[in-house]
């Protein structure tokens, strides 16, 4: 206990940082060493909380934010200043797109050389600034506690998002005495809650709808309101759908549960929301993505809009009723509120839902060569129910989406609002580090992946048993697939004919893999993958004419799909 | 529209005026004149109503979050 004390009265700035990341409940960070934040790899030598060591600093926060989509805890990066700092700029960004709670901790140079252009000197904060909820150049050694415990706060929410702390290096090498004057608990702060008058109304509403359909984003799982949504949906049996980033949220065997809405979404989903009369929008933000032309979007709807971020209202589609608050604690006092009502049923308008659906659209044909769609739906079928899928973004991303019916909102990781090549693989990797054993698989297409395969390493080096599934279609596909439908057939610079051996990149790395051409091979390969117990790749060699169907050309209205021949 | 709020952080300033650039509006005027450590900070902004109006959601939420974060 003295010895203990003793080490806390001589604790640096860097050993401070460390003690307040683990003291947040955070057991595992991820980073890459340089000049500036040196001190604080010091101290991480030996310390108790895990650092993985990524071979990008990119990989880092993607890398954190695949954790913390996964586990819902922070996730935290490390990167030294400059180059270091500003490979952290498009993690960050796509954690503030997708409401993901992340530390970001970027080292920088000496406080006597800031604004001097010293080597590796980069205005991390400025260039920030757009990107994060918050963030702060500490400048002072007894500063850095205060600043670490409000980023968490500020991190975890209300809304989730990114926080950045740029540390001077000799910040970090001060000794800070300890603390003597008490920390004010930052996390006492209450959640708005919705007015009772708003639940009454949504409730009315409700009661006097009679196409009503239910649309869920991000929001539920970054509430952790997925169960009482799914109470939700016992109570008021209509027909719902999801955002790309609600996806698991919604019980995925209610029968009314209609898939993934949006450009690439179920048919029944569009066709639902255009014909609805009455929208209830919870935790999602009205993406471009999901509603088209906003004068377009749910015309004769009445909209009910619930959501913890008061500056969604409106942003995009105009909101009847606005339920601003805590969405897990709307959702409660909204079941309550339903509870000893008159609820229609909606069966007749269920049905007629149901009837507008049907299978996904599919290609003609493809003549015996391997299909992607096929190789997702597939994996699809054969992973256990707790598996975490992450993919990377283009067409396998969208085949994923329409096809993964995830148990839990924390199964599905995917860059939505930013859509970032090179995100899938990294996020894997943050997510296997997610205390629990569940299985992790990467999606990945041949474009992304090779943004992303220095972090085969990482695999290897922690002997992760992260499963690759790489659809390469020698192309960047979705690009392709617009230059054809949208820009005459004119293919520019999408062909990636000249692909490595993917194969033998892995078992570079010491990972095995395997390769799939055909349709035939495919069930075995797919079960050799599960089966192995650690890393394995599996090349999926496909055709490269399979487009996403349906398709909503940019510009048109949900319900304006273009659709494949069946 | 002219939004005044006070901030501890004076950088909220300089994003308010990137933002409004972003959703195609102007300012006119804008000053930031701290006390006691906090800025006062006053902006005439001008701009397509529909612009404007989300605007002013951003620079409350700014100004919120501002608040909470530095009590």
Excluded at chain 1, 68 to 95: E, H, M, Y
Excluded at chain 1, 434 to 442: D, E, I, K, L, Y
Excluded at chain 1, 543 to 562: D, K, L, R, S, T
Aim: glycine residues 8%; hydrophobic residues 45%.
């Amino acid at each position: 206990m003295i010895a203990e004390r003793a080490e806390r009265a001589q604790r640096t700035g860097a050993r401070v940082v460390l003690d307040a990341i683990w003291a947040e409940g955070v057991e595992v960070i991820f980073g890459y060493p340089g000049g500036a934040i040196m001190p604080l790899y010091d101290a991480l030598f030996g310390h108790r909380l895990r650092h993985v060591l990524v071979r990008h600093e990119a990989a880092a926060v993607f890398a954190a934010g695949g954790y913390a989509r996964a586990s819902g805890k922070v996730g935290v990066c490390v990167a030294t200043s400059g180059p270091g700092a500003t490979n952290f700029v498009t993690g960050i960004l796509d954690a503030m797109m997708d409401s993901i709670p992340l530390v970001a901790i970027t080292g920088q140079v000496s406080t006597a050389l800031m604004g001097t252009d010293g080597f590796q000197e980069a205005d991390i904060t400025a260039i920030t600034h757009a990107i994060t909820k918050r963030n702060l150049v500490v400048r002072n050694a007894r500063e850095l506690l205060p600043a670490l415990r409000t980023a968490f706060r500020l991190a975890r929410g209300p809304r989730p998002g990114p926080v950045l702390l740029d540390l001077p290096t000799d910040v970090l090498k001060t000794i800070v005495p300890e603390h003597s004057a008490p920390i004010r608990s930052l996390d006492s702060r209450t959640l708005p809650r919705a007015s009772p008058a708003a639940v009454t109304a949504t409730v009315e509403l409700i009661r006097s709808a009679r196409q009503p359909v239910a649309i869920i984003g991000g929001g539920v799982r970054a509430a952790d309101a997925s169960a009482v949504y799914r109470r939700f949906c016992e109570r008021v049996r209509l027909p719902h759908t999801a955002t790309i980033n609600g996806l698991g949220a919604a019980d995925p065997q209610d029968e009314h549960f209609l898939g993934m809405l949006g450009m690439h979404g179920w048919k029944a989903a569009n066709l639902a929301v255009a014909q609805a009369d009455l929208i209830l929008a919870f935790g999602m933000r009205f993406d471009d993505r999901v509603t088209g032309p906003p004068n377009r979007f749910a015309p004769g709807a009445q909209i009910v809009h619930a959501d913890i971020d008061s500056s969604e209202f409106g942003k995009i589609v105009r909101a009847d009723v606005c339920l601003h608050g805590d969405l897990r604690e709307t959702l409660r006092e909204l079941v309550a509120a339903l509870d000893g009502q008159r609820i229609p049923t909606f069966d007749d308008w269920c049905e007629r839902v149901r009837a507008l659906g049907g299978p996904l659209p599919r290609d003609r044909s493809q003549s015996g060569r391997l299909s992607a769609t096929d190789a997702i739906g597939e994996l699809f079928e054969r992973l256990a129910p707790d598996a975490i899928v992450a993919t990377d973004v283009g067409q396998h991303q969208m085949w994923a989406a329409q096809r993964a019916r995830p148990a839990h909102p924390r199964n599905f990781l995917t860059s939505a609002g930013l859509g970032t090549m090179g995100f899938g693989l990294p996020a894997a990797i943050g997510a296997a580090f997610v205390p629990g054993g569940r299985p992790v698989v990467a999606i990945v297409g041949d474009g992304g992946f090779q943004m992303s395969l220095a972090e085969l390493a990482t695999i290897r080096r922690y002997d992760l048993p992260v499963k690759i599934v790489l659809i390469d279609n020698r192309n960047l596909g979705m690009v392709r697939q617009w230059q054809q439908l949208f820009y005459d057939a004119r293919y520019s610079a999408t062909n990636l004919s000249d692909n490595p051996e993917f194969c033998e990149i892995a078992h570079a790395y010491g990972i095995r893999a395997e390769s799939v051409g055909v349709p035939e091979d495919l069930a075995g390969a797919l079960k050799r993958l599960i089966a192995h117990p650690s890393a394995m790749l599996l090349h999926c060699a496909c055709y490269p004419e399979e487009n996403v169907w349906p398709i909503v050309p940019a510009g048109q209205a949900m319900h304006e799909m273009m659709e494949a021949e069946r | 529209m002219i939004a005044a709020f006070n901030v501890r952080d004076g950088r909220i300033l300089a994003r308010l005026i990137h933002l409004a650039h972003r959703f195609g509006c102007v300012y006119t005027r804008a000053e930031a004149l701290q006390r006691d450590g906090s800025f006062r900070v006053r902006i005439h902004l001008d701009g397509p109503s529909e612009a404007l109006a989300r605007l002013r959601m951003q620079i409350d939420k700014l100004a919120r979050e501002d608040k909470e974060n530095n009590p």
